[in-house]
């Protein structure tokens, strides 16, 4: 089974910018894997901000924006808010298999 | 607007079964892909078993041969059926869809001992 990554914590200040990525180890991350950036607060439940590499769904602020760099899945939050300190999962399709990276903690401080 | 209902969580014996419902709205499962997912006590998230679109299914080595996903279209509800439970199967289990419809529900907590 394919092992994705991410990075294990990030920390950016409010207003910033800050950029995760996710990697795989079968080779380069393509929208083929249909890349999804997902975001869980403590207690609560996930909720997809990004999918399909770059798709946002109407809950999704417009900060949030996906791409493909560097032969990664990327999530770049622009303009972070205090309310974007979160977990953030990658999860990656391998035709009927579907991966979850480790997660990346996300602190705004 | 979508929405996922899980239902089915409870304590569980080892090597017991335990069956997992998602009841969707405002989407049809039919034709659409769904996956669940669990997340164990102060895990990450884990994909448990997928169903494609084109009826293909996935499942995590962890729970192949254990657990099986099947779909009722007639009721629009995801089912997980779930056995030989074993304790590092305790979890919450999500179910989410896939794309446009990657709602995820607010979960039913699996708890297996003895």
């Known amino acids: 089974q394919a092992v994705v990554t991410q990075e294990p914590s990030l920390t950016v200040s409010p207003g910033g910018t800050v950029t995760l990525t996710c990697g795989s180890s079968?080779?380069?991350?393509?929208?083929?894997?249909?890349p999804y950036w997902i975001q869980q607060k403590p207690g609560q439940a996930p909720r997809t901000v990004i999918y399909d590499t770059s798709d946002k769904h109407s809950w999704t602020p417009a900060r949030f924006s996906g791409s493909l760099l560097g032969g990664k899945a990327a999530l770049t939050l622009s303009g972070a808010q205090p309310e974007d300190e979160a977990e953030y999962y990658c999860?990656?399709?391998?035709?009927?298999?579907?991966?979850f990276g480790g997660g990346t903690k996300v602190t705004v401080l | 607007e979508v929405h996922f209902l899980e239902s089915g969580g409870t304590l569980a014996q080892p090597g017991g079964s335990l069956r997992l419902s998602c009841a969707a709205s405002g989407f049809t499962l039919s034709g659409n892909g769904m996956s669940w997912v669990r997340q164990a006590p102060g895990k990450g998230l884990e994909l448990v078993s997928n169903?494609?679109?084109?009826?293909?299914?996935y499942y995590a080595d962890s729970v192949k041969g254990r657990f099986t996903i099947s779909r009722d279209n007639s009721k629009n509800t995801l089912y997980l059926q779930m056995s030989s439970l074993r304790a590092d199967d305790t979890a919450v289990y999500y179910c989410?869809?896939?794309?446009?419809?990657?709602?995820w529900g607010q979960g039913t907590l699996v708890t297996v001992s003895s």
């Open positions: 999860l990656l399709s391998y035709g009927a298999a579907r991966v």
């Open positions: 989410t869809g896939h794309g446009g419809a990657s709602q």
């Open positions: 079968t080779g380069a991350v393509t929208s083929g894997h249909y």
């Open positions: 169903s494609v679109s084109s009826g293909g299914t």
